[in-house]
């Protein structure tokens, strides 16, 4: 059983380039900014671009997002030396104590990129229907385990002609009881359940509930035959 | 832990310490014009003049680290003092702190690394370094070594990444810099304080830390 933790909740976010990342981080400062003391660290392939949208949204006080460079390396950066990201979150928290929420956003260079236990306590992976309807069905360990899987931009769907409940299905099928959120700004409904996800992890957290997992790497498994 | 493995250890770039988001001033020497073959000349230079007073301070470091209760507030003084451009500083700092985090993971209980909490700033990576050497039990030739190559390398690695450059060739670079980096090791050895350390500075390297550092698109550090 973990024990009650003496730091802020980290929470990474992870997924291909343009998936929506960068809007997912907005609304989570947006909805959740008022109820938990956040800050933001952001990995880019170019510095400062994800920092830049996210302090031009005006949804959290610019000092409280800070960017990360990772020698055109995101992927290291969250998972083979988080050492920048530590070093980043630590002055945050340390700034603007007592913190409640830090959100890392990863650089989105890679499917396969997930977080480092040692950076986040739980991490979101990111799809949107654009990418096509097939990407979930595909797997990875950030789809396939991560602590929750968002499929994002469903009103594009139409444009696209992806079904959004088969993809959802698709990564359902996958995820061995994880779980799956179709999410679209435009849909306030499904804004309401991506915070609440958020919540009720951290709530989790505090509690002393929560059991960070590893998505892994990209390694072969195999399934046992009786 | 014998001295040799601590000399791989922080000779390897896959320490995790954070250099991999550093580039040793190459991407702003690119921006203001620089190409790749300027590069040796541009690794040599460092060498010769940050790269000698550096190695100096992880030496220097190192030597107090060997007796108790030593002052190694001292050297990062005197280091900071060579050091005039604050991008270059805030980026050094950024390392120490990288190797400082580990070290008191893995020797938590060594004197020199908890006398890391005594600077009252963040360590330089000269000084992060020292402390680790003495930590691991490495001579003086291997932490000036350790340093300079360090440095060579962050350079050469970033290059691969900046430039059209075959990857054998940035390993050639390091290899052709093999005896100045001797010559340069071999005089850090020979500073017996702080307040005869040289102070031999890159004027150009401190003039693009600068302009770096205002820009908004970088892919490394500094």
Redesign the interface.
């Known amino acids: 059983m973990p024990e009650h933790p003496t730091r802020p909740f980290r929470l990474g976010v992870a997924g291909p380039v343009g998936t929506g990342k960068s809007t997912v981080l907005a609304t989570l400062c947006r909805e959740l900014s008022a109820e938990l003391s956040m800050a933001v660290v952001t990995n880019d392939?170019?510095?400062?671009?994800d920092a830049?949208l996210l302090r031009a949204a005006e949804v959290l006080p610019v000092e409280r997002i800070k960017a990360?460079?990772?020698?055109?390396?995101p992927h290291?950066?969250i998972r083979?030396?988080?050492?920048?990201n530590?070093?980043a979150v630590e002055d945050l928290e340390s700034t603007f104590a007592p913190l409640e929420l830090v959100v890392v956003e990863s650089g989105g260079d890679n499917l396969t990129a997930t977080f480092s236990p040692g950076l986040v306590d739980a991490q979101i992976f990111c799809l949107d229907v654009a990418g096509g309807g097939d990407v979930a069905r595909k797997g990875g360990p950030g789809i396939e385990r991560a602590d929750l899987l968002l499929i994002n931009k469903t009103d594009l769907a139409p444009y696209v002609e992806v079904d959004v409940d088969r993809m959802v299905s698709d990564a359902v099928a996958v995820r061995d009881g994880f779980p799956v959120l179709a999410l679209s700004r435009n849909d306030p409904a499904s804004i309401v359940r991506l915070s609440d996800w958020v919540r009720q992890v951290v709530a989790g957290y505090r509690a002393g509930r929560h059991v960070a997992h590893d998505p892994g790497p990209m390694a072969p498994h195999t399934h046992a035959h009786p | 832990m014998p001295a040799e493995l601590g000399a791989l250890l922080l000779a390897d770039g896959?320490?995790?310490?954070?250099?991999?988001?550093?580039?040793g001033g190459l991407e702003p020497a690119l921006a203001a014009g620089a190409g790749p073959d300027d590069v040796p000349r541009y690794l040599e230079a460092r060498l010769r003049t940050v790269g000698l007073v550096e190695a100096t301070a992880a030496v220097l470091t190192l030597r107090r680290c060997r007796t108790a209760g030593a002052d190694v507030d001292e050297v990062q003084v005197a280091l900071r003092a060579r050091m005039p451009s604050a991008p270059a500083r805030t980026a050094s700092e950024?390392l120490g702190?990288?190797l400082a985090?580990?070290a008191r993971r893995l020797w938590p209980e060594h004197p020199a690394v908890a006398a890391l909490d005594s600077l009252g700033a963040p360590p330089l990576r000269p000084v992060a370094l020292g402390v680790v050497g003495a930590a691991v039990g490495m001579s003086d030739a291997q932490v000036a070594r350790a340093s300079l190559y360090d440095d060579a390398q962050t350079v050469a690695a970033?290059a691969l990444?900046l430039l059209p450059v075959d990857p054998t060739d940035a390993t050639r670079w390091l290899l052709d810099a093999g005896p100045t980096l001797e010559e340069i090791v071999a005089r850090a050895l020979t500073c017996t304080g702080p307040d005869t350390m040289p102070a031999t500075t890159a004027p150009l390297v401190e003039q693009y830390s600068l302009d770096h550092a205002s820009r908004?698109?970088?892919?490394?550090?500094a």
């Open positions: 392939i170019y510095t400062d671009e830049r990360v460079e990772t020698g055109a390396c290291t950066a083979d030396d988080i050492t920048a530590l070093l | 896959r320490l995790p310490t954070g250099g991999h988001a550093h580039s950024l702190r990288g985090r580990l970033a990444k908004s698109r970088r892919i490394f550090v």
